[in-house]
């Protein structure tokens, strides 16, 4: 579900910039290269909670899924299975718990330390990942449309996805786990910029 703030004419295409390994960087072609500060702001502490719920979620139904392969497996007795298979596979519901509870605990942590943004020089600033991080700047001149999304248990927390679009989906930009005010206040902020920047072009 989500509420579009605004929407502006076509704008130039956005390019790809280098980035250190392990990281990737969007930007526009032309501008001085930034160091790779943090962005200034954090997002809201109730995304760790949010990342925690669905992570937990997920851990549950996969192994949910793996309790009942492996009871299948056990009354069906597969006889293309090497026999051993078949006399340890109640081992497969405790080898996916112990797989996924360390990075569903550890995950969502990881991602609020990362996952940064910032409203500077009229160019929004945002770094997100988890194992990977990504950078990017998207001059407030070049967005097309500024939407504000939430998910369901996004709601039930107060949070919100701002979603920056621009003419090139490499310039585009999504930042996670914002207050819903804050998100709001974004959004209308940089629609509004956006069309007076581009009415000053005109």
Do not use: C
């Amino acid at each position: 579900m989500s509420d579009r703030a605004d929407e502006h004419s076509p704008a130039p295409e956005e390019a790809t910039a280098a980035g250190r390994p392990g990281e990737r960087r969007r930007g526009t072609p032309g501008r001085a290269r930034v160091s790779l500060r943090a962005p200034a702001n954090p997002i809201s502490r109730k995304a760790v909670t949010l990342w925690l719920t669905e992570g937990i979620l997920w851990s549950l139904l996969l192994v949910g899924g793996s309790f009942l392969l492996a009871r299948w497996i056990d009354e069906g007795r597969w006889s293309w299975l090497p026999g051993w298979a078949l006399d340890n596979i109640w081992w497969l519901p405790w080898l996916m718990v112990l797989l996924l509870v360390p990075g569903t605990l550890i995950e969502p942590f990881w991602r609020y330390a990362v996952h940064r943004w910032e409203l500077s020089e009229d160019v929004v600033y945002a770094r997100s990942g988890w194992l990977s991080r990504e950078w990017v700047f998207v001059p407030v001149s070049r967005i097309q449309t500024v939407d504000k999304a939430q998910g369901w248990f996004e709601r039930m927390l107060g949070l919100a996805t701002v979603e920056i679009r621009t003419a090139s989906h490499a310039g585009s930009s999504t930042i996670k786990g914002l207050d819903y005010a804050v998100a709001a206040e974004l959004a209308e902020g940089l629609a509004r910029r956006a069309e007076e920047l581009r009415d000053d072009a005109t």
